[in-house]
């Protein structure tokens, strides 16, 4: 079961250095927060957790007992004390490709992927991958939310061009394509930075060039959210960056 899951995640984020839109589909981005899940629409919902996502579908923890091939729906549920992610969007119904027990805990897990892929686009999940470059259509502007990454990762980003010093913070979320970093430095928009992530799990520090999408100041937390789109990212450093997501999701396979 554990070789098989490893193969799967290897599989995911790809071995053999795909890249545009390939490596688009194939980013995860790793996050942490609540949804509502229901068979029906009009069913009273059971609270889960997304912990990863991506262009053709997510993780899920908490999700009860789940069956392959089983289909519901899932909601964002908004923060308290939050902004709204954004207003007026659908659900997005997924189905079930995998599910498990996790052994220490009782937690049930589960790989879904998206029912119906056109209607990505219309529901929250669009706006989740909007944030780091990995949406299907870039046509809309850039959307601010409030996503949470369980983890004590570092980030600094730095000009690219002097290798100045521009701000240190938290990384929100992190996929292939971008990252979310959340700082209490001012950041400008259009920017090319230097995006250098601190170790994880004895992991050296690497570093990526990034541009700055969009940053959104929030008053009520004193901090910045600055969404950053990698490019430019030569053979080595795509390496370095899929073994590092390669570790992030094995370590939340054994979670």
């Known amino acids: 079961m554990f070789k098989s899951l490893l193969d799967g995640i290897k599989s995911f984020i790809g071995g053999t250095g795909p890249s545009g839109d390939e490596v688009r589909d194939r980013a995860r981005v790793l996050c942490r927060y609540p949804v509502d899940c229901s068979t029906t629409l009009e069913d009273v919902p059971f609270r889960a957790q997304v ?25 964002y549920v908004q923060i308290a004390g939050a902004e709204p992610i954004t207003k ?15 052994p220490h805990d009782g937690e049930h897990l589960a790989g879904v992927r998206y029912a119906d892929p056109e209607q990505v686009s219309r529901s929250w999940v669009h706006y989740v991958l909007d944030e780091v470059g990995l949406s299907v259509d870039k046509t809309g502007a850039q959307r601010r939310k409030h996503i949470r990454l369980a983890t004590a ?16 913070g938290k990384v929100a979320n992190l996929s292939v394509g971008g990252t979310l970093v959340q700082t209490e430095q001012p950041v400008t928009e259009g ?35 600055v969404s950053l789109q990698f490019f430019n990212v030569n053979a080595r450093q795509l390496k ?13 396979s054994i979670g």
Request: with cysteine.
């Open 51 to 75: 912990v990863d996502v991506s262009r053709s579908g997510m993780r899920l923890e908490g999700v009860g007992n789940v069956a392959k091939g089983d289909k519901f729906f899932v909601a």
């Open 88 to 102: 007026d969007v659908e659900p997005v119904e997924v189905e079930v490709m995998w599910c498990r027990k996790r």
């Open 153 to 168: 990762l570092r980030a600094e980003l730095r000009d690219q061009a002097t290798g100045e010093h521009i701000a240190e």
């Open 191 to 225: 920017h090319s930075v230097l995006v250098l992530v601190s170790p994880y799990n004895n992991f050296p520090i690497f570093s990526v060039p990034a541009k700055v999408m969009s940053v959104r100041y929030d008053p009520d937390e004193g901090q910045t959210f």
């Open 240 to 252: 370095t960056l899929k073994r590092f997501m390669f570790n992030l999701l094995k370590g939340r």
